[in-house]
């Protein structure tokens, strides 16, 4: 987008040049002008997105720093296939949320880029709409989203951490929406993919599995004594998946949105903060998990 702007501007100044136009001149000033403030949007943007990231990370690192972790358990790792992503082309993966000004994203667009350099999208809106279907790169900054099961299509413009959408419905109809990635990146796991385990001295078995889905969503599942099985997903900030000074961190702080949960659901499904450092940067792998322990008053 950027780069047409700045082409029709110089296309307009070259015109006037051969036209004998005497203010030429000011129209190669003012191409000049729009040429670095457009480079500056750009720059702002990246800033914008890269603090972004990098204050959910500090925010994560901070939440375990106070969860009051003792030390690692050496574990036996067996890799698993991953396949890389080898583009040249810019990546939009990320979480990008509509909330309303609450803690719910009652809003969201994921986007997660593939192999061969598509991405996965899905859209949803809280009992509502939901679309799931693959986004094609068009240019830098623009996705089109090919029609889904249902016919409904759309394209995507990605300025900066948001996603300017614009869905086109199998009736014809078209909605806008604006949605904003408060962490817009999602965490490589290419030398964290695989299974873990390791046995306590009293015989406790451990197993845990780093999966990276059909379409490249990240998860991590524990089977515990404390649980049976749990698992880590990927949707900040309440719970996430980073890579943060070459270690793979998993948390979940549970949270309760509000009364459509019910008080009963929400107890029943209640199971504590979960934390989880998986450590490869040595020799020998190594793991820490925290299951808190909850207490229902009565």
Same mark, same amino acid.
């Given at each position: ?7 029709? /501007? ?33 720059? +702002? ?12 990370? +500090? ?16 574990? +036996? ?26 803690? *719910? !994203? ?5 986007? #997660? ?29 623009? @996705?089109? *989203? @090919? ?17 300017? /959408? ?9 909605? +806008? ?42 998860? *991590? ?14 949707? !900040?900030? &309440? ?5 943060? &000074? ?7 702080? &549970? ?20 934390? @989880? #450092? ?17 207490? /229902?008053?009565?």
């Amino acid at each position: 987008m950027r780069q047409k702007v700045l082409l029709a /501007i110089l296309a307009g100044a070259l015109l006037c040049t051969a036209c004998g136009n005497t203010t030429a001149p000011d129209a190669d000033r003012q191409a000049e002008e729009s040429s670095e403030s457009a480079e500056e949007e750009s720059t +702002e943007s990246e800033e914008s997105t890269e603090e972004s990231t990098e204050q959910t990370e +500090e925010d994560a690192s901070a939440r375990l720093k106070k969860a009051n972790f003792n030390n690692y358990v050496e574990v +036996e790792y067996e890799p698993a296939d991953y396949e890389e992503i080898v583009d040249d082309k810019p990546d939009y993966s990320g979480i990008y949320t509509d909330n309303y000004g609450t803690p *719910i !994203p009652y809003e969201s667009c994921t986007l #997660i880029k593939q192999p061969d350099g598509t991405y996965y999208c899905e859209i949803g809106v809280y009992r509502g709409f939901t679309m799931e279907s693959t986004a094609v790169y068009q240019t830098d900054g623009k @996705l089109e *989203i @090919l029609p889904d099961e249902y016919g409904n299509s759309g394209t995507i413009q990605i300025d900066g951490n948001t996603a300017k /959408i614009t869905i086109r419905y199998d009736s014809g109809d078209t909605e +806008e929406k604006e949605y904003v990635a408060g962490y817009p990146t999602y965490p490589d796991i290419k030398d964290y993919v695989g299974h873990y385990s390791y046995t306590t001295d009293d015989g406790q078995e451990y197993s845990i599995d780093v999966v990276c889905d059909e379409h490249r969503e990240v998860y *991590i599942d524990v089977n515990s004594p404390e649980d049976s099985h749990y698992r880590f997903y990927h949707w !900040p900030p &309440d719970c996430g998946i980073y890579l943060i &000074d070459g270690k793979l961190i998993a948390e979940m702080n &549970d949270q309760f949105y509000g009364p459509d949960e019910g008080i009963e659901q929400f107890i029943m499904n209640y199971y504590g903060n979960h934390y @989880l #450092i998986i450590d490869n940067t040595g020799d020998t792998s190594k793991v820490y998990y925290k299951a808190a322990k909850t207490e /229902i008053m009565h």
